[in-house]
């Protein structure tokens, strides 16, 4: 299918694609596929504005009406899911698989919100003062403003819209520069449901902001924009969180990730070897979960790594549009330049590195194709601490259970984690108050891949937030503690007395 097709099937034609002078590549072939019109500060200020206002109609929407948009949407979504999930791939090269898995999670997060739509549940609260009832209870929030990174252009924008829509929040969305065309895609979507939907969802309810930094900072800066849930770089969470702070604006930090495996004597090897294939090369090494530290015993090093470098040998890196390839491009050329020096820099500093070289045969040109590598080093070096956001994964030996764990916990990232072990004061140990320091932690099973019904984000440098399942929808409403005193008398708390 031409990328023209691909477009076109998600509802982009030229008169979207052709608008203006913001270039889109595709990391498949490196060629152009969009000339897109940007909003100017102006523009954007505007639907900030307009988000805003719809503020004031939809918190008056019943939430279990709110839900109903959400159920459309991911009616909408399960219809589009082929064209999507292609667009994804085209847009931001991972798989066609990864694609469309990604599409499932928005589907699966739809379906969560629609329930949840019935359950924003407060509690009753035992009042310490005769005749007076307590309580707490959530209201919705205001606008929030959505931004995305561009190795998840769609579902993390999902587990935010379909959670701050029950919840009564309008949403702004600012894709990423590198993935904006599926953000428009999504938008399309989004305005069929609010039509088939009636005349109770606003104008203004969900937009799509196409802009470089400035669009960001927008969003930041504005006290119409209540919350603010980013997702990216550490160091773009830096700005976002202080910018927000600044005006007790809340928010919620999904950022880097500096993921292990612990793999323990009693490990099954042979599913460790799929997990460490699937967490550290899918994505091509680009997902904030990727697993990036392989921690292995001494005692089972020799039995796993060779066998992990014939794997990685063997691996289908190409055309991720393609049936059967598991290794799509880089997003781009400066990707590959922090892949190349990270694995310099591991060199320097003791590693011996397996892989990692531009992988040019049978890979579409133009494309940015590289085997993954792996790095086997003497120990945690300040490089292993990055998170380069590419397919390496550094190895290192350990003897002590408690030693794998500090070295596993000695890095400033706290997304997800993993131990292989078939040992149950092994994972235990993990699961407890001195294992794992991450918000994700795992048994058996890679690092990344979660599914939506958890809350999804980490600690330290990752930024403390949680989107999508559990109880996360609590950061997209405010709390109100009521008190009600149905008596005909006046006692005050603590029992103070205030006679007048
Ligand atoms: C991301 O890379 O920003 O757990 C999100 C996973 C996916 C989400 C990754 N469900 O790997």
Not at 230 to 254: D, H, N, Y
Not at 288 to 312: G, M, Q
Not at 369 to 381: K, L, S
Request: proline letters at 5%; charged letters at 20%; glycine letters at 12%.
């Amino acid at each position: 299918m031409t990328h023209e097709r691909i477009l076109r099937a998600c509802g982009l034609g030229p008169d979207v694609t052709q608008a203006g002078d913001h270039i889109v590549t595709t990391p498949v072939d490196g060629s152009e596929i969009a000339r897109l019109k940007t909003d100017s500060r102006g523009e954007i200020e505007a639907k900030i504005a307009r988000g805003a206002a719809a503020f004031e109609a939809w918190r008056r929407v019943p939430p279990p009406r709110r839900g109903e948009l959400v159920r459309l949407l991911g009616e909408e979504l399960r219809a589009a899911k082929a064209e999507l999930g292609r667009l994804v791939t085209l847009e931001c090269g991972k798989i066609y698989q990864e694609g469309l898995g990604e599409v499932q999670e928005m589907i699966d997060i739809c379906d969560f919100a629609v329930g949840l739509s019935r359950q924003l549940y407060g509690l009753t609260i035992a009042s310490e003062r005769p005749g007076h009832a307590m309580r707490e209870g959530w209201h919705p929030m205001g606008l929030c403003g959505i931004i995305t990174a561009f190795n998840f252009p769609v579902a993390p924008w999902s587990w935010n819209a379909a959670i701050a829509l029950v919840c009564g929040d309008p949403i702004l969305w600012k894709p990423s520069e590198k993935a904006p065309l599926t953000a428009l895609a999504v938008q399309r979507l989004v305005e069929r449901a609010m039509s088939a939907f009636g005349e109770d969802a606003p104008e203004g309810l969900s937009q799509v902001n196409v802009a470089g930094a400035e669009g960001g900072q927008a969003l930041t800066a504005s006290e119409e924009v209540r919350i603010v849930s980013a997702t990216g770089s550490v160091a773009m969470g830096r700005k976002v969180g202080q910018a927000v702070a600044q005006r007790f604006g809340r928010c919620i930090l999904e950022l880097g990730g500096n993921n292990a495996m612990i793999v323990a004597p009693s490990a099954d090897l042979e599913m460790a070897l799929r997990a460490i294939t699937f967490s550290a090369v899918g994505t091509a090494g680009q997902r904030c979960t990727s697993l990036r530290r392989l921690i292995v015993h001494e005692s089972v090093y020799d039995a796993l790594i060779p066998r992990l470098k014939s794997v990685y040998e063997g691996l289908a890196i190409g055309d991720p549009l393609a049936e059967g390839t598991l290794v799509g491009p880089l997003i781009d050329a400066a990707a590959h330049e922090a892949m190349h020096a990270a694995l310099e820099a591991a060199q320097a500093q003791g590693g011996t590195i397996h892989g990692g070289e531009r992988a040019r045969t049978g890979t579409p040109e133009g494309g940015i194709y590289v085997h993954p590598a792996i790095a086997e080093m003497p120990g945690q070096t300040a490089i292993v601490c990055e998170e380069t956001f590419a397919p390496i994964l550094y190895v290192m030996k350990y003897r002590d259970l408690d030693d794998a764990i500090a070295l596993h916990n000695g890095v400033p990232q706290g997304l997800s984690s993993c131990i292989f072990t078939t040992d149950l004061r092994e994972s235990e140990a993990f699961l407890s108050a001195i294992g794992s320091d991450c918000g994700i932690a795992n048994v058996n099973i890679g690092p990344s891949g979660a599914e939506i019904g958890g809350a999804f984000g980490g600690e330290k440098a990752t930024g403390g937030g949680r989107e999508s399942g559990s109880d996360a929808w609590k950061g997209y409403m405010r709390r109100q503690t009521a008190t009600v005193n149905y008596s005909a008398e006046l006692p005050l708390a603590q029992g103070i007395r205030f006679d007048i």
